[in-house]
């Protein structure tokens, strides 16, 4: 998959560059992802090595995942899911992380069991297996509408677990509170993908049959609305910072949801670079939002005062604030053009009831985007700034991931203006 | 070694960015105008959280945020769809046949209509009146804030003035885009005479002249967005008459708070009396006289509900300016202060004749009945009508102290208003948590109950198509 990027580069430099943009923000994403690592190691590791090498040749194949979705088959995705659980359950000693690897785990398996009974209906409804085969011999009518209509609807559950928007939006939460900030936004884009990608392959030519197509876009535009009302609501309610970055990402699933629902055999994002660099920014988006989070106390009001980052380095707490602000789809933010294609998509297809839901969840998310970085910057009381630094490898990963999405800024805008 | 670190004082951060942000907002772009009221919350924010009072203070200017939200809103759908411009647009069917007749336009959509562009037009238009009208206090949920003085301490009374300039700021420079919509004009219109009457009646029940001259800020605003809702003079003329108004107020408020220097010396002070209710008056006559007399024929309602606090404010503004007593023995020969003062009076004394004259020149007209019958609110404020105020009274026993009267009555329909506004928002508030409350209880967070959230919902699936 490429992107185009004209400008004023020149052809060969534009198409190289095009070429490289959704391959660029994973490498992003693991350079980020090790130098958190690297900061956040334990002091008591007997083999540190040991667990850096596991976790590095884990993230390698899901940065992979991210930048080629078109990889993502149905069994790869289920296998993408079983190694982001494996990667958030390989130390037994992180209790919350093992505990989330259980949750997402326990979901996961009966979610594929109902979806793989869906795909096994269907088979046997319309005698293929191939999604773009289905389509004509059910549009035959030869088989009961009961069937494949639960079939169909069973097929896609793998796919709206996997997306994390309400009523699953639970794990998105659960996952950046419990697991460690390098592995999270990881294991998170990499689910979300895998869901994404799992229900385009599943409606793949669905519009040879149109009732089956009528029949997507109701369920569809149901769980939307669900995960973008819902995560709207929940996002105020949330206690703890990580958990409200969690939300945000649940959002990005209702946001895919929501293209498909006015488009289902339409990739989302499509002009955008896709669901590749979707995912990258989302990767590199929670991967600041997530960082910053750890930061920022859980309860304290605006009117205390500032964080440590926030008080010792305020311009890496915002450079942490702008990634925050990209995955809530704040303007100026290459965040805002994602949320601004999924408006289009929908107003084009004319689904307004689905757009206000849209809209309804920019406003929740930007309006506490706003107000958390308000409170991290909190307020000056007078007393000198604590002695001890944030990590140097810290405030590099969060100006690496500020600086990935300011270049993906650019490359989204200069392509509109182009 | 470390580099030197550059520590902006909070107070000079907070300035440049309202400074910043009031500029943005005289730019025609909705990004420009949305970027400006952002930076303007964010000078508040800045001043209130350096203050001791930090907790009241954020409190307080927390719904700044809201207007900025609802015009990047607007901006963000004009962003994504880039054809909503156009959706209001008059669309010419043909040619005009001369140059005395001109083309004839097709009318405009009502919003209701099934395209969802037309909605989302509607709403865009909507998102720029509110973001225009909350800092206006022309809305319930901001109403009392001209009651409060800023938070930034040497300057606070004058700082919230600077929130209804704001507001006519976007209503007057987005007029393109939130005039256009059905209905809009209408919402606009009763909201901004429900803000003229409240203001007026506000700053009369204010004992002190500097809380007045706030909500009289917010009067001349709320009547030159008027005179940009019913298109009644050029925006630029609007613009200008309310630049005299409330300039005028501006400048009397900023003198107040330096040594009440617009009211030191009889001559100073009878210039500004003359020059401030000349230019209230050249911005509300155009006013009176289309809402009484438009479409040929007399509209008493509209007249009379504008008429009131015109006459109010302007009786207002000449029996509250009043020489201020001289207690000093001597004045400094380098004070620089009634220079500068007269100044801005005779700039405020011409502004609004100029303006008027302005318009007569553009081709704005107006019958010689209705300009009379609106000169008239104006005019009565000189006599007899003012003598019936009572004088201000300095000291501060007497004024706490001082009986009520028509005074009593303008506080107790402000209050009654705000406190109505007040309990239905908060009643709306109390259902949409009754509401949100059993969906919250749902989730405890055990993985449990996770399991029964995906059979529920698979079980939703089953039932779903079959019940479509």
Known sequence: ?418 | MGLPRLRVPTSYAGAACAILGVVLLMLPGLVWAALGLELVALAFWLWARSLPDRAEQLSRWGWLRRPPTALWLAAALFLALPELRLVFAPVATGPSGGPFSPPTFVPTPLPLARDPMLFLRTVASLAVLWAGLEPMAALPLSRPFPDLTGPARPVGPWLTAILPVTGFLVLWRQAAVWTAAPLTREIAGLALMIAIVLSALRAYSRRSLTATLRWLVVYDSALASLLVARDVVHGEIAALLWLGSAGGRLIALAAELRGQAARRGANLTRLWRLAGWLAGSSLAWPLLADAGFSEHRFHPVEFFVLAAPVLLASALWLNRVVEAPERRSMVRREDRVPRVSRLGAVATLLAGPASLAWARSQGWSVTSTAGLVAAIPALLAWWPLRRLLPAPETRQAARENAAGGPRDFALSTFRAVTVIERQGAAAIATVARALGAPARDLHSGDAQEYLLFLVGVAVLALLLPLLR
């Open chain 1, 1 to 418: 998959m490429t992107f185009a990027l004209p400008g004023r580069l020149g052809p060969w430099a534009a198409d190289q560059l095009s070429g490289l943009v959704p391959l660029l923000l994973p490498l992003a994403a693991l350079a980020a992802a090790g130098l958190i690592r690297r900061a956040h190691a334990r002091a008591g590791e007997t083999q540190p090595w040991l667990d850096a090498a596991v976790v590095a040749l884990t993230l390698v194949p899901l940065a992979v995942v991210v930048a080629w979705p078109a990889l993502l088959l149905p069994a790869r995705a289920a296998l993408a899911a079983g190694l982001s659980v494996a990667l958030l359950a390989h130390d037994p000693r992180d209790l919350p992380q093992t505990e989330v690897a259980l949750k997402i785990m326990w979901v996961l398996a009966a979610a594929f069991a109902l979806s793989w009974t869906g795909d096994a209906l269907l088979a046997i409804a319309s005698g293929s297996a191939r999604a773009r085969e289905q389509w004509p011999a059910l549009a035959l009518a030869l088989d009961p509408y009961a069937l494949w209509s639960s079939a169909l609807s069973l097929s896609l559950m793998a796919g709206l677990v996997l997306l994390g928007g309400a009523p699953f939006h639970f794990w998105p939460g659960d996952l950046f509170h419990g697991a460690r900030a390098h592995v999270a936004p990881f294991v998170a884009a990499t689910l979300q993908l895998a869901g994404a990608a799992w229900l385009l392959r599943h409606l793949d030519g669905i519009t040879a049959f149109n009732e089956a197509a009528a029949l997507v876009r109701s369920l569809l535009t149901l769980a939307a609305a669900a995960a973008l009302a819902g995560g709207a609501a929940t996002l105020g309610y949330q206690s703890r910072p990580e958990r409200r970055v969690g939300a945000l990402v649940s959002l990005q699933g209702g946001l895919v949801l929501a293209s498909l629902a006015a488009a289902p055999s339409r990739e989302p994002f499509a002009d955008h670079g896709g669901l590749a660099l979707w995912a990258g920014h989302l990767l590199l988006a929670s991967m600041g939002a997530t960082l910053l989070s750890r930061f920022l106390p859980a309860a304290a009001g605006p009117e205390e005062r500032a964080s440590v980052l926030f008080r010792r380095h305020p311009w890496s707490g915002a450079a942490g604030g702008y990634a925050l602000l990209s995955l809530a789809g704040a303007p100026g933010t290459p965040g805002m053009y994602l949320w601004l294609d999924v408006a289009r998509t929908l107003a084009l297809n004319r689904r307004p009831g689905l757009l206000f839901g849209v809209t309804l969840a920019w406003l929740a998310a930007f309006g506490v985007a706003a107000f958390e970085i308000r409170r991290a910057f909190g307020a000056p009381d007078g007393t000198p700034p604590p002695s001890r630094a944030v990590p140097r490898s810290l405030r590099v990963a969060l100006w690496t991931s500020c600086s990935s999405l300011v270049v993906l800024l650019w490359a989204w805008h200069s392509r509109r203006s182009g």
